[in-house]
């Protein structure tokens, strides 16, 4: 097949190069955080923003003013599994959770990890893969990528050049899967463009997006000291408002429960404002006695030391004068 339009009118460049960004019409959404727990009973709660923003790639801010309580951040797959997202272009999420829910319905009973991992990295990857025809190849009169691939049409080093660019393009989609297998057991995968799985089920905790080095920073400075439901929502909602510091982050804060029987909790907007509350009220608290017990010891300890260095320095101090009288007077 040769190509219905000439390979010059596109300037194609034999090294790689970083693919050319969004335009300023994308929507893009931020911080997702997750936590887990197995004991007494497991159950993950999930913790987002709701804002949507329509940003400028180039300039790293919003071209429109963003959203805020415009969207919950999370796909149900069915009822054991769903996935959180955080993306620069929201466009790409129902495509890919239809493809994915598609795919996973031709599993019967109940699904296991390896079985959600999978559909959801194969819709990831198709939706990209999509993309990157719509955006590279279908303008040159190819009906599909399997076409490419069998006639490229082109010279060796267009399409060298083609192929890079398309390895290069980046969705700017981060999926947080979550849910439970068949034995009742909590998990956790990140996947990545180009569909790359990363398992985080050595952490209790996981956060994506915008905000999310804050959210997890937040999380790893409080350790979790029991597993009970309470704790594990008030420090993911407490990690979500710390990663507000992140100006992309919005202040609206959706928060849900899940079980592995297949049913939900919802804490609705008054639920969330009131963790708001106790969050700004607490953060201002006096340190621990024990602590500022034990720095009082020390700090009396450093006044004598320096006490004693400013005597020091005074003496050394009329010493050099004396001796510079001395001299002038001679």
Request: proline share 6%.
């Amino acid at each position: 097949m040769m190509p219905r339009r000439k390979p010059f009118l596109r300037i194609v460049r034999n090294e790689s190069r970083a693919t050319p960004p969004p335009s300023p019409r994308d929507l893009a959404v931020t911080v997702c955080i997750a936590a887990k727990a197995t004991y007494p009973e497991p159950f993950i709660v999930t913790v987002t923003d709701m804002q949507i923003g329509h940003t400028d790639s180039v300039l790293h801010q919003d071209v429109i003013p963003s959203k805020d309580v415009a969207k919950v951040k999370f796909q149900i797959l069915d009822n054991y599994w769903g996935f959180l997202f955080s993306t620069n272009e929201i466009g790409y999420i129902n495509p890919i959770m239809e493809k994915a829910k598609f795919e996973l319905e031709k599993f019967s009973g109940r699904r296991t990890l390896g079985q959600a991992k999978q559909v959801l990295q194969n819709a990831y990857r198709e939706v990209r893969t999509d993309v990157i025809f719509a955006r590279f190849l279908s303008q040159y009169g190819y009906s599909s990528m399997e076409e490419f691939r069998e006639k490229p049409g082109f010279s060796p080093e267009v399409i060298g050049g083609l192929m890079a660019e398309m390895d290069a393009f980046d969705l700017g989609v981060t999926l947080l899967l979550y849910g439970f297998d068949e034995h009742n057991w909590p998990h956790f995968v990140q996947i990545d463009n180009p569909g790359e799985a990363k398992d985080r089920d050595d952490f209790g905790y996981w956060a994506i997006g915008s905000g999310h080095r804050l959210a997890l920073s937040a999380l790893n400075q409080k350790r979790l000291r029991d597993h009970s439901i309470e704790e594990f929502i008030y420090r993911c909602c407490e990690a979500k408002f710390v990663a507000e510091f992140d100006p992309s982050v919005g202040d609206a804060t959706a928060v849900f429960i899940w079980y592995p029987d297949g049913t939900r909790a919802v804490l609705i907007k008054p639920d969330a404002d009131k963790m708001r509350e106790i969050y700004e009220q607490t953060r201002g608290d006096p340190i621990p006695a024990a602590a500022a017990s034990h720095l009082t010891g020390r700090l009396e300890y450093w006044d004598t030391v320096r006490d004693t260095e400013r005597r020091r320095r005074e003496i050394v101090v009329a010493k050099i004068a004396g001796a510079g009288r001395q001299q002038s007077s001679s």
